[in-house]
């Protein structure tokens, strides 16, 4: 069973790469971490009574991380039955254990005890799983963000599209405007990751042309997903289609940035420093009138070694 | 079309993994690079696709090369979720070309509706042979196209390549099974620690093939009960 410490030593190792490879010393993330965790815990359960459940479907959010099926699969294969169960067993109970300490500390004793049943219930559980069934998109004739996007947040898609519907049946017009926001934000994820070299080397063009290809896919596959939530919320709040719109452009100005900022740091993944400043134009809208050009100048410069 | 190389070179780190290679590569022939593995051929393909940065020249007549290169990488990756038709659609729309009927431009017959990444390997290596083949290119590298598929896919490959070559293209091959360089190949290039050891003519292949059996069989096999 010893191969079970040396699996978790080297789970640690990479966590610790990650994070340096962020930019930032692991170190700092050690300490500041724990003291984020208790602090935002804290300012739930003083916000609201549903704070246990809100709580523990985090954690439960949090448990699906491990639950990937090719993740799953290859440590079967690495692994026997009995310490494949053990193992998985072990990291959902890891990751839960600060949940449920938080939990009885609260004196939500019986949510404590469901979230550690959550973690062993999640050892079962396989997400992930494609299979041979291909869900059709209408992003599929154009390359390639928006359709293996949609395909992985279908789930968050229909849930945003759901949220819409409630905000205009209990008639919250700033739940609304969010589930846009939300929405924009989901496909600005479809921008998160770099795709291997060879999909942008394909393209014959300047760095200039290129950009402005992929910023002009994306906002016109975004108004696709956006635009009849937009029409709704206008029509249902009409007096209010000022600030909608205003919504709607900023989400699109954050939508180039997410691109800008993937290309600024292709063929790797943006950096905390870069994700903060990402963040950052998100909650001070006019600071896209920088962040945008900056991260256009960094993009060109850095597409321009592979194109 | 002729694509002149001139002492190129690239290291990783203090390592240099190509010392100073020079070749002419001509229109309507195909050439064989081969070599152990880590002799480079993977390296110098990248650096002539413009993948990897390195030293030295790669001069093609009328503009970029990478803008007239079909490559066909050894593993090609496909992103999760993408369908076969879509990686299609991606190669054509990024070259200009139309992305049309595809279905019967298949002509390895894939199942196009279905996730690329769930393809067998050899599956996937006839995808991306399909999308270069879509382009307009004028060069292909083709490193390892053999790799995985089929009996009835390397016999329509081998004339695939054979057609190429009768229109005037060029054609790079690296492949680690000799016979398919005998029936395709009119100079193999051998790349031995990054430097170009030999360049044989067709005529000489046998001598090469029998050369290159002798270095690699030896007396290795001597250790072994194999009657």
Redo the contacts between chains.
Sequence with gaps: MDVIPYFFCLQAKRMHRTISDWGIYPLFVYISLPILFVAASVALFQRTLHAPWIYVGVAGVVLLQWCDVARQRFLQQLFGRQAYFCLRFLENTVTILPFAFFLFYEGAVWFAWGALVLAVLAVFVRTGNSGPRVLRTPFSREPFEFAIGFRASIFWVLLVYLLLVIAIYVNNENLSAATIVLMVLICASYYGRSEPLFYAWIYPLGPHAFLKLKIKTALKQVSLLVFPMAVATMIYFSDNWLAILLVLVVGCGYLVLAVLAKYAAFPGSVNLPQGMVMALSLVLPPLLLVTIPYFYRRAENNILRIL | MNVQVRQLTKSFGVNPVLAGIDLDFVGGHVYGIVGQNGAGKTTLFNCL???E?HGGTVTTEGG?L??RLG?L?TE??M?????G???L???C????VPDGDLDARNVFDLPL???AQ?YSTGMKKKLALQAILLQPNDVFILDEPYNGVDIHSALLITEIIHRLRASGKVILISSHIFSTLKDTCDVIHVLDSGKMAKTVEKADFNRLEQAMTDFAVGNKLDALPLG
Excluded: I, N, V
């Excluded at chain 2, 992103?79 to 369908?83: A, F, H, I, Y």
């Excluded at chain 2, 729309?93 to 200009?96: H, I, L």
């Design positions: 696709a413009g993948l940065a970029r990478k803008d490559f990488q090609p990756f992103l999760s979720r993408m369908t038709r879509e990686y659609r991606l190669c729309k990024a070259r200009g509706d279905r996730y769930q």
